[in-house]
């Protein structure tokens, strides 16, 4: 199989394309597929462009992570799943950058995700054609102390 028909293809997955991506959130399976450093490169390069001040263009450039929108109704407009490079046990071997537009405004930004729950939402939301639904991301407090991201229905 060609690593082209491996992409998870937010316009029209695959079952394969999505069983891969299922694995390598549930199981810790590496993507066959290359990370995308174009897709993240794009989006600082368009974070110094649009800066206001001195400070902001000159000032290290990384995606936010999708935990600053916090209880803010958004639209999923796609998604794509880089291999991480985070070492642990039992976490997920990818994160998602995420293209997103606020509910209200339009406004589109890109974030970071790397949680299991979210992962595996944004796959489910992509298996069904669920991308024209709004989302909120949601903290909630484990018994552990940890806070578990989800996706709510907005």
Known sequence: MANESKALDTTKPT???????????????????????????RAIVERIM????????????????WSDYLDKPVLVRTFKLNNSTFEGEGGSSVYAVVDIA???????????????????????????????KPVKLIAKQTAEGYQALWLQAA
Not at 17 to 23: E, N, S
Not at 51 to 65: G, I, N, R, V
Request: proline fraction near 5%; charge should be negative.
């Open 15 to 41: 079952p394969a394309a999505l069983k891969l991506a299922y694995a390598a959130i549930l199981d810790g399976d590496k993507l066959p597929i290359a990370s995308d450093p174009e897709a993240m490169s």
């Open 50 to 65: 649009n800066a206001e001040t001195f400070e902001e263009a000159f000032q290290p450039q990384e995606l936010k992570s």
């Open 102 to 132: 606020d509910a209200t405004t339009g406004e589109i930004d890109t974030v970071t995700c790397g949680g299991r729950n979210v992962l595996t939402q944004l796959v489910k939301m992509l298996e069904k054609g669920w991308l024209d």
